[in-house]
């Protein structure tokens, strides 16, 4: 057995130092290094087919690499697993990527676990292991009963936090697909370390990359977030990864969004929504007739606004509420939209719209627990604003797309066809959009009426008279 001495880790960024260091050298963070007893075991000692015997991917490889020149590459389109579920195989660029690793983060409650066991589920032809090291085999046995899924016998459950026991179980198995929930309760007898520490996090990540590099089995990994949002562990666990996606929403609504922030085999600009419900989380194909079902007769402060997340245009409602204030200092309060743009919104009304908000109360809201931050929306707060303030209400087939200069001016936007095609698809009859928008763009094919205009008042004038 090696003798056992300590490092210290960086807990921001991963980089090491035999020392304690105040600053970390590699990403510039105080007070992130914390002290860890390391110590490894040889690969003699390690059971099992499969045999983690360093930190380093292909530490184990019997062949040496060779360069190669870049025209001698043979390139080949890769078969992706297709899964049932059409948003996640829109998210990770058409399907799972055999030997690829994905990692999932959320925060807790959000249904990173829902998500993974109906995928593991709903792959009826093929055997999926479901390691669980937060649950035990009963608890995920109800959680697949609520799903009308529970009989299904290609889905293998094994709660086990040692990894040298999981890749046992799978010499036994051989699944085809491995999901880990979560990766920061896994612990290798190759580091003396707790659990979820920098250096486990690492060691336990690169056993199962080196696992589906050379197996070509896929492996998705669940993983815990900090307070800031941000994926727990040490930064470089992102980067061994081919894929990471985020899963967000209020847990107090229904709604979810799986969004790709890395994604070596497909677009980081797609994302997929969700709702859950009592029995696991349903794809919504069409979010825009979610989001705008609750509509009821026209009132004032509600503007349809035409935005679009990653790839896929959505129409959301904006909601305005303008009181005049009881306090000495107007109050400024939004959800789900940047609460310093909308500041600068209200100045723009106030200096070119000659409107006095001075004395009243703000309050901005999107439908249906969305965090958006498309400069387009900036036409649709200001029309809400204006309508909660004068108290008249906009027509409920008019939506906008635009965004709003300090001058008062109205910009273009990206992909403005797409935005016009969801409208129509949607039932409404006119939209308000930039004149600079008309550039190169048929308007004349899309069934509805495109009003171009170039200044803030146009719009104010065209809405309320």
Known sequence: MAKARTVFFCQNCGAQSAKWIGRCPACGEWNTYVEEVVQKETAATTTGQWK??????????????????????LVEDEPRIITPDGELNRVLGGGIVPGSMVLIGGEPGIGKSTLMLQIALSLKRMKVLYVSGEESEAQIKMRAERMAAGQQSGCYILTETNTQNIFRQIDQVQPNILVIDSIQTMHSTLVESGAGSVSQVRECTAEFLKFAKETSTPVLLIGHITKDGSIAGPKILEHMVDTVLQFEGDRHLSYRILRTTKNRFG???????????????????????????????????????????????????????????????????????????????????????????????????????????????????????????????????????????????????????????????????????????????????????????????????????
């Open 267 to 465: 677009s980081t600009s797609e994302l997929g929504i969700y709702e859950m419900q009592g029995d696991g989380l349903r794809q919504v194909s069409n979010p825009s007739e979610i989001l705008l079902s609750q509509r009821g007769e026209s009132l004032s402060g509600m503007a349809i606004g035409a935005t679009l997340e990653g790839n896929r245009p959505l129409l959301v409602e904006v909601q305005a509420l303008v009181s005049p204030t009881a306090y000495g200092t107007p109050q400024r309060s939004s959800t789900g939209f940047d609460a310093k743009r909308l500041q600068m919104l209200l100045a723009v009304l106030e200096k070119r719209a000659g409107l006095r908000l001075g004395q009243h109360d703000v309050f901005l809201n999107i439908a249906g627990g969305l965090r958006l931050d498309d400069p387009a929306l900036d036409m649709a707060v200001c029309a809400a604003v204006v309508s909660s303030l004068n108290d008249l209400p906009i027509p409920g087939n008019v939506c906008l797309a635009a965004e709003v200069g300090l001058s008062g001016e109205i910009r273009a936007v990206s992909r403005l066809d797409q935005r016009l095609a969801e409208a129509e698809k949607l039932g409404f009859r006119e939209m308000y959009v930039s004149q600079f928008n008309g550039k190169g763009l048929d308007l004349a094919r899309f069934g509805l009426k495109v009003q171009a205009v170039s200044r803030l008042d146009e719009v104010l004038n065209g809405l309320f008279g």
């Open 52 to 73: 983690p015997a360093s930190t380093v991917p292909g530490g184990n490889l019997a062949k040496a690499a060779k360069s190669v020149q870049l025209g001698d590459i």
